[in-house]
């Protein structure tokens, strides 16, 4: 099973280039399969997250065409089957967005309950409520949710939670229904704008995306589009964590310093300098880390899936810290792994109290979820001896050669797939 195995102690110095955001090019590819014209996306991560809904796109019978590793084509003209089986979308928990362009495009579809993580309890009622108010008769039964209606109409929609799921489905279902739709209480996320700025590139009408309130005005039809992906926020707010953690500087490029702002005031606050350019910021770690209090809110707040990272970088501060988690109630599994690496966390309810520590050891860990898998990773890096982490699956469903562009910044980290090759390692570099 592959792992990775890491040697710690050495700061992280160099630059560092980001990712499309997956959270983005999710929603973007099943917009994609909306018109019947070809829709050009690229700065795609490859990931497997992103690969599995291509694969899923081209099996219900859209004509998919990867260009490279980072920009596929997509034409929705031949899709033969509004049904995507649970087997396509176990793995990942974006399946849901092909109900609302399904649903948008034919009036009807009929999708696999979603998978991905278990960070807790992440229900699709809101999703639902908003596919019966713009008109649809929806079931989940056998694992599946059955949409359809005769035909969609706008409606006012206000959602009882700020969802991203939520707001970026009924988006895309209004997005081809007749007469105006208005979204109340919506997500503000910046992928929530960007699906919106690649549908209206397509054709449609949408105003207010990355506010509370988004208008929608229906149309009959979208159009084909050429269009890029944001970069990930959370692929950089890690390697902002990870420059923090082992006292480095790094220079993190291709992203947009305004979707950073939460992450890099709270860094500012635990003594990093961070400097700003147009496109790219630059984390130096400080003498030492001073501690602090996180709560995850919806964007612009502090984001949930950045939780577990920073815990790693305020186990090493100077006094003692909170961490509350208000968006999902199991994201704390990674704690038990960073305590047996020698950190002090103590989870009550939603809150982890985390005790400073002087500094890390290594230690075999396995990684829980996507995040804090990498948050694992992170500590590795900043501990010292060797540190593996197993079932990496879950980073790679959301990182991109995370290992290599770890290597970049001088990190000594090797992915493998045996103890042998853990052993020939260690002889290497120890």
Do not use: W
């Not at 990190?411 to 493998?416: C, G, H, L, M, P």
């Amino acid at each position: 099973m592959e792992r990775y195995i890491i040697k710690g102690g050495t700061p992280l110095n160099g630059e560092v280039e980001i990712s499309g955001a997956k959270n983005a090019a999710l929603g973007l590819l099943a917009a994609a399969i909306m018109t019947d014209e070809e829709v050009t996306i690229d700065n795609l991560p490859d990931v497997s997250d992103i690969n599995h809904l291509i694969d899923a796109i081209a099996n219900i019978g859209a004509t998919v065409d990867r260009v490279d590793r980072h920009c596929v084509k997509i034409k929705g003209d031949t899709i033969t089957s509004c049904v995507v089986e649970y087997e396509q979308m176990k793995k990942i928990r974006a399946s849901y967005y092909l109900i609302g362009a399904l649903l948008g495009k034919f009036n009807k579809a009929e999708v696999a309950l979603p998978g991905g993580c278990d960070i807790g309890s992440r229900p699709i009622d809101q999703h639902i409520k908003g596919f019966r108010a713009l008109g649809a008769e929806v079931d989940t039964e056998h694992g599946m949710v059955d949409a359809r209606a005769e035909k969609l109409l706008g409606n006012h929609i206000f959602l009882d939670v700020v969802s991203v799921g939520a707001t970026i489905n009924v988006m895309l279902a209004a997005s081809m229904a007749q007469g105006k739709t208005i979204i109340e209480n919506a997500a503000k996320e910046p992928h929530v704008v960007d699906v919106a700025n690649m549908l209206n590139s397509m054709g449609a009408n949408i105003r207010g995306a990355g506010t509370d309130k988004i208008r929608i005005e229906g149309v009959e039809k979208l159009h084909g589009t050429v269009y890029s992906t944001i970069p990930d926020q959370i692929e950089a707010g890690t390697f902002m964590c990870a420059a923090a953690a082992t006292g480095g500087s790094v220079l993190v490029k291709n992203v947009i310093p305004k979707h950073l702002e939460c992450i890099s005031a709270k860094l500012i606050e635990m003594g990093c300098v961070i400097t700003e350019y147009d496109d790219a910021v630059r984390v130096k770690g400080g003498e030492f880390i001073r501690n602090t209090q996180i709560k995850t809110l919806p964007y612009p707040g502090f984001p949930t899936d950045m939780q577990p990272q920073m815990a790693v970088v305020l186990a090493m501060a100077n006094g003692s810290s909170t961490v509350t988690e208000s968006i999902f109630e199991n994201r704390f599994k990674y704690v038990d792994e960073l305590n047996r690496m020698g950190a002090r966390i103590k989870v009550e309810g939603n809150t982890a109290l985390i005790m400073g520590v002087n500094g890390l050891t290594g230690a075999p860990v396995c990684a829980p979820d996507l995040r804090a898998g990498a948050a694992l990773v992170i500590a590795g890096l900043a501990a010292e001896g060797f540190t593996t982490v197993e079932d990496i699956v879950y980073i790679k469903r959301g990182y991109e050669h995370f290992s290599d562009k770890l290597r970049g910044l001088g990190a000594t980290i090797e992915k493998v797939d045996s103890e042998k090759d853990v052993q020939k390692f260690k002889l290497k570099v120890g």
